[in-house]
């Protein structure tokens, strides 16, 4: 099984979609997983959820739990299930519980400013 890690991501870390600024924080936490990209997890309290919309869309990782989906709407588009948190992760991943992850696309911007 893929070793899990969780650190403080270093610097400012901001989610950019349609022009628009939805995430920025100095609390988002990097998950390092192998065999897997580094992904950053942003605070709910840093993220404009106003641009988001759950989904009914849902899946299931071993090692962190059920993860729920959250569609991006800006002025000209819906992303569709961008964005993903873990409601109730597993314990050895609790530090991520109230962060989102949004997947990097030409659509959506994640990056350290």
Known sequence: MAEISIRKAEGTWTVRAGGAVLAESKNALELVEDGYPDVIYFPRDDIAMAFLDETDHRTTCPKKGEAHYYS??????????????????????????????????????????
Not at 103 to 113: F, I, K, L, P, W
């Open 72 to 113: 991006i709407v800006t002025k000209s588009q819906t992303l569709e299930n961008a964005a993903w948190c873990y409601g109730d992760p597993k314990d050895d991943v609790a530090r991520i519980k109230d962060h989102l992850a949004f997947y990097a696309s030409d659509a959506v911007t994640v990056e350290r400013v």
